[in-house]
Nanobody
Framework: QVQLVESGGGLVQAGGSLRLSCAAS????????????MGWYRQPPGKQRELVAA???????DYADSVKGRFTISRDNAKNTVYLQMDSLKPEDTAVYYC???????????????WGQGTQVTVSS
């Protein structure tokens, strides 16, 4: 079993910063999913879940246009943890943020893989 636990969400003022953490445990052995990448999705109230940032096993990163230049995804292999550093936060960044582990983010609208429980991020104006 693979378990992902997010932390670091909270309430911040516009222009502020926040760092989310996603700690992974367990194993994907025998799973139909090949874990080659991890990423962060977010889901604002009443909206679709969307991919914010992703990082592959090789270290390649990708970001949604809306967060490019403001968010940074990284990982710590020793701690089996992926991070999302969020700077210059805007009210439109308000959402529940979910950690995701999967084979590929080639088709980000396909909500596959393993998921964390989500952490709330609220940005006040």
């Amino acid at each position: 079993q693979v378990q992902l636990v997010e932390s670091g969400g909270g309430l911040v003022q516009a222009g502020g910063s926040l760092r989310l953490s996603c700690a992974a445990s367990g194993t994907a052995s025998g799973s139909i999913f090949s874990i080659n990448a991890m990423g962060w999705y977010r889901q604002p109230p009443g909206k679709q879940r969307e991919l914010v940032a992703a990082i592959t096993s090789g270290g390649s990163t990708d970001y949604a246009d809306s967060v490019k230049g403001r968010f940074t995804i990284s990982r710590d292999n020793a701690k089996n943890t992926v991070y999302l550093q969020m700077d210059s936060l805007k009210p439109e960044d308000t959402a529940v943020y979910y950690c995701n582990a999967r084979a590929s983010f080639q088709f980000p609208r396909l909500l596959s893989g393993y998921w964390g429980q989500g952490t709330q991020v609220t940005v006040s104006s």
